[in-house]
């Protein structure tokens, strides 16, 4: 069993919990996730690890209730435990191997989309931590849906929040902020993309035509993490690659998005009447005219 | 009773069973055991356990059962086995003991499978479990991987006197027992679970969401962690596809993942938390026993499911019983029969295959008749889902991680098949690892020949 420290709702929907893994708090690095389950009959669960406490051996999650699983998952409390915790999965960013000295010479953005801004989180601070600065794009549809406004600021160079509605900071998508950086005379290197897989997509769109080079990290449907089953298969430049251990981060300019996210839809009927269940419990009776 | 012929052995109906996941075939009473053990002649040298790759005393504990003394033959079969309830209904017996019993040269072979699965069964039901060591001698000993040839080494390490840790990487220990092999051949909780429940009696740990290569590597387990020996019995757990257009479309998924959906995550089941996909038409490309296991369960999921194959049935490479089985719950093979594309409608969603029919030309390196296309034999089957069952191949997680461990071209551990030694001092590996996807009982073989492998290098280090 793997307790739970702290349990927080930073906005509706999404939640952060610091759980105690001390196997995956030691050797993990920013971009790597964890997979978890509930319970006993849990669906396992990809995660991107947010932050990470050697010592104390905890990590830090945070996710968005999208589904069933996800939904139960958000009743847990400080004292609970998560059933499993198994990683850290996946490859670490390609910046952490990176000679930090060669990286002070680089300039980066990062643009967090959502709760994608949960996995760019602990790459900017790994880099903040060896003296690189780097700039961040933060976009949400609303100043609601904001999160880790206040962490990124401490570790960002420049911060730039954009919301949809233009209720917060910039107005606009992300892809605005880009091009208005750009506009004014920003130079970037290579710029990290993280969040819902259509703003990825739009965002490697731009970058291409900016030159910019862009990496991406990919979430789709998995099942062991490890390359057993196959379902987290992406074309990256025309090859199949397995996001959970070829990823989850790859060159956006050379992903599929239009494939990937056709195959995140593979379970939305089941995810949709799972969540129906949950909501409605035994009122729930096949109004819907698809229920078994 | 005819001593030419088994006792022959109670089956749920194939139509009944076709519909739901409990168990296949029920297996003997007493009364049939020891009738059938009668029928063992108790050869001096016995062929049978020339057969076995863990070398069960075969004679010994079937004379045991024709004595009526279960409880003997449990410990005689305990003494080489960790796994007999699995075996008894998992091994290919046709192909090992079975295959050389002298009373098969004329008539059928004793049913030797079924004799050890009946005293393994009756040892569960009656509390009855292994005899462990008494003296522990404190040197420690890391297995990666709960499958068969995990628990075999483990068991085996154990019982002399080592302190063994399993690791695994999945939140379940069994390996392809529990994430592979389906319910109907063979039951998690009633069977699988007890059998590991009694490795664990012998003094064994099992630590499971540990993956190997990532969590920790085998380096640190030696350095960090104390380790004196390592045991890796990973299996092998890649999927292959066949690289034809079409294959990533939503409905095609490789048979592991269809398989470990609905045997470790449970999905079989209407009430899981994860879900699986119930096709109406289903093709199931392959012929190997997992294309058997997938096939099966996609019809119990309410599908009608075809089987394609580009061999011919005689170079099926399942087990006859499995195909005889999958044929008489209504599974159809379409052989001499190759997939060339995968067919989708505009929201990417399986629609159908394109399949070429083949013929047999001469035989190939592995002695089979090599499948040859038929020209213009071009024809679409409909359908909404396809499962790829074309083999698997070990993980590169580990090899990976591990400076100093020597791989061969197929990803597969480097391996000496007598003790497991790898090319790195302490490190023993043995199983699907080693030998590319085989069966259960040869990985506990494997597991077994490392036992004593590490066993040898402890003692003299």
């Known amino acids: 069993m793997y307790k739970i420290v702290k349990a927080k709702e930073l906005t509706a929907n999404i939640y952060l919990m610091d759980v105690v893994a001390p196997r995956v708090a030691k050797y993990c690095e920013p971009g790597q996730f964890v997979i978890v389950r509930m319970g006993e009959d849990g669906e396992r669960i990809p995660l991107t690890i947010c932050d990470y406490d050697r010592e104390a051996g905890t990590i830090t999650i945070v996710f968005q209730c999208v589904g069933a699983s996800t939904k139960m998952m958000a009743s847990l409390q400080e004292g609970d435990s998560f059933h499993d915790v198994v990683g850290p999965l996946g490859c670490p960013s390609d910046l952490v191997k990176e000679d930090p000295e060669s990286l002070k010479n680089k300039k980066i953005l990062f643009v967090a989309g959502?709760?994608?801004?949960?996995?760019?989180?602990?790459?900017?601070?790994?880099?903040?931590?060896?003296?690189?600065?780097?700039?961040?794009?933060?976009?949400?549809?609303?100043?609601?849906?904001?999160?880790?406004?206040?962490?990124?600021?401490?570790?960002?160079?420049?911060?730039?929040?954009?919301?949809?509605?233009?209720?917060?900071?910039?107005?606009?998508?992300?892809?605005?902020?880009?091009?208005?950086?750009?506009?004014?005379?920003?130079?970037?290197?290579?710029?990290?993309?993280?969040?819902?897989?259509?703003?990825?997509?739009?965002?490697?769109?731009?970058?291409?035509?900016?030159?910019?080079?862009?990496v991406v990290s990919l979430n789709p449907i998995m099942v062991d993490g490890t390359g057993m089953c196959g379902a987290c298969r992406v074309t990256v430049g025309g090859k199949v690659k397995f996001a959970c251990v070829d990823g989850p981060e790859f060159d956006g300019h050379q992903v599929n998005f239009d494939e990937a996210m056709r195959r995140q839809t593979m379970y939305r009927t089941q995810e949709g009447r799972a969540m129906l269940k949950l909501e409605e419990g035994d009122t729930h009776h096949g109004g819907c005219g698809n229920c078994q | 009773m005819d001593v030419l012929k088994k006792v022959p052995v109670r089956e749920q109906d194939p139509q009944v069973r076709a519909a739901n996941f409990e168990e296949v075939c029920l297996g003997y009473d007493q009364e049939e055991a020891m009738c059938e053990a009668s029928r063992c002649i108790n050869c001096r040298n016995a062929q049978c356990v020339k057969?076995?790759?863990?070398?069960?005393?075969?004679?010994?504990?079937?004379?045991?059962?024709?004595?009526?003394?279960?409880?003997?033959a449990y410990q005689v079969i305990s003494e080489s086995s960790a796994l007999p309830a699995?075996?008894?209904?998992?091994?290919?017996?046709?192909?090992?003991?079975?295959?050389?019993?002298?009373?098969?040269?004329?008539?059928?072979?004793?049913?030797?499978?079924?004799?050890?699965?009946?005293?393994?069964?009756?040892?569960?039901?009656?509390?009855?479990?292994?005899?462990?060591?008494?003296?522990?001698?404190?040197?420690?000993?890391?297995?990666?991987?709960?499958?068969?040839a995990?628990?075999?080494?483990?068991?085996?390490?154990?019982?002399?006197?080592?302190?063994?840790?399993?690791?695994?990487?999945?939140?379940?220990?069994?390996?392809?027992?529990?994430?592979?092999?389906?319910?109907?051949?063979?039951?998690?909780?009633?069977?699988?679970?007890?059998?590991?429940?009694?490795?664990?009696?012998?003094?064994?740990?099992?630590?499971?969401?540990?993956?190997?290569?990532?969590?920790?590597?085998?380096?640190?387990?030696?350095?960090?962690?104390?380790?004196?020996?390592?045991?890796?019995?990973?299996?092998?757990?890649?999927?292959k596809f066949m690289g034809i257009p079409g294959e990533n479309s939503n409905g095609v998924f490789s048979a592991n993942e269809y398989l470990t959906r609905s045997n470790l995550m449970k999905s079989f089941d209407p009430d899981s938390n994860t879900p699986i996909m119930r096709g109406k038409k289903v093709a199931v490309v392959g012929g190997g026993n997992v294309a058997m296991d997938a096939a099966r369960t996609a019809l119990r999921l309410g599908a009608e499911v075809h089987i394609v194959y580009r061999r011919s049935e005689e170079e099926l490479p399942a087990r006859v019983e499995e195909v005889h089985h999958a044929k008489e719950e209504g599974i159809i093979f379409d052989l001499l029969t190759n997939p060339t594309e995968i067919l989708a409608d505009d929201k990417g969603w399986v629609t159908g295959m394109k399949c070429i029919r083949m013929e047999l030309g001469a035989?190939?390196?592995?002695?089979?008749?090599?499948?040859?296309v038929i020209p213009d034999s071009e024809f679409e089957m409909e359908l909404d889902c396809v499962i790829m069952s074309l083999g698997t191949s070990p993980n590169p997680l580990i090899s990976s991680t591990t400076e100093g461990l020597e791989v061969n071209k197929w990803k597969c551990i480097v391996a000496d098949e007598a003790n497991g030694k790898t090319t790195k001092e302490g490190v023993y590996a043995g199983g699907d690892a080693v030998t590319g996807a085989a069966t259960v009982i040869l990985a506990m073989g494997a597991g077994k020949a490392a036992a004593k492998g590490i066993d040898e290098y402890l003692k003299n280090k």
């Open chain 2, 363 to 372: 035989p190939d390196e592995s002695g089979r008749r090599r499948p040859v």
């Open chain 2, 86 to 148: 699995v075996c008894g209904r998992v091994c290919p017996q046709e192909t090992q003991c079975e295959g050389k019993c002298i009373r098969g040269i004329k008539g059928e072979p004793i049913s030797i499978g079924k004799l050890e699965r009946f005293v393994a069964d009756w040892a569960r039901e009656n509390g009855v479990v292994p005899e462990g060591c008494k003296e522990k001698n404190g040197k420690k000993v890391a297995v990666i991987g709960s499958g068969p």
């Open chain 1, 114 to 214: 959502g709760v994608g801004t949960a996995p760019v989180y602990p790459q900017v601070k790994w880099l903040h931590e060896r003296g690189v600065d780097a700039d961040v794009i933060m976009g949400s549809k609303t100043k609601d849906l904001l999160i880790l406004e206040k962490e990124m600021e401490a570790v960002a160079g420049n911060l730039y929040v954009t919301t949809d509605d233009g209720s917060y900071g910039r107005s606009g998508m992300v892809t605005q902020v880009i091009k208005d950086l750009v506009a004014e005379g920003h130079q970037y290197d290579v710029c990290i993309a993280i969040g819902p897989m259509i703003m990825m997509k739009f965002v490697c769109l731009l970058t291409k035509e900016l030159n910019l080079p862009t």
């Open chain 2, 150 to 239: 995990g628990l075999t080494c483990a068991g085996d390490l154990a019982k002399m006197g080592y302190d063994v840790t399993i690791f695994e990487a999945l939140h379940e220990p069994g390996g392809v027992l529990v994430y592979g092999i389906p319910e109907f051949r063979l039951p998690k909780k009633a069977v699988v679970a007890k059998e590991i429940e009694n490795v664990k009696s012998l003094g064994v740990k099992i630590e499971t969401n540990v993956v190997i290569g990532k969590s920790i590597t085998i380096d640190q387990l030696i350095e960090e962690e104390g380790f004196e020996a390592i045991f890796i019995g990973s299996g092998a757990g890649l999927p």
């Open chain 2, 51 to 72: 057969g076995c790759p863990v070398a069960i005393d075969i004679p010994g504990f079937i004379s045991k059962v024709k004595a009526g003394d279960i409880e003997a």
